[in-house]
């Protein structure tokens, strides 16, 4: 939803997708209270501390599988683009001669594979 008036618009992502480390309670709780969806796996020692509890623990979260591989492929590829000196640096002091710099490590890794 644009904002009304001066400011910058407000933002909300529609999905996160988080490693193990953001697993928390609270960090579930804060992003369901957000209306904002999230992938995280959850530790074993979530996983058996709940199990333990019964139907006092609670439902066990939804993790989809297949959505996660998709977050490490992302992960991957930015690495590689970290590769670049000048990528992880940002030399430039402009937007749009960072981005070049990352549209031509992108090409110059596409054309190597």
Same mark, same amino acid.
């Given at each position: 939803m644009p904002r009304i008036g001066a400011g910058r618009p407000r933002t909300r992502p529609d999905?996160? $997708?988080a490693d193990k +480390?953001? /697993?928390s309670r609270e960090n579930r709780r804060y992003l369901r209270r957000r209306g904002i969806?999230?992938?995280i796996p959850e530790r074993l020692d979530q996983r058996r501390h709940?199990?333990?509890r019964g139907s006092h623990g609670g439902r066990p979260t939804g993790f989809d599988r297949d959505r996660y591989k998709k977050r490490n /492929?992302?992960?991957r590829a930015i690495?590689?683009?970290k590769g670049f000196r000048a990528? +992880? /640096?940002r030399y430039e002091k402009r937007a749009y001669t960072y981005l070049g710099t990352v549209t $031509? +490590? +992108?090409l110059i890794i596409w054309l190597r594979t």
């Open positions: 999905q996160v $997708l +480390a953001y /697993t969806s999230h992938i709940r199990q333990n /492929t992302v992960e690495n590689r683009l990528v +992880a /640096t $031509l +490590a +992108a």
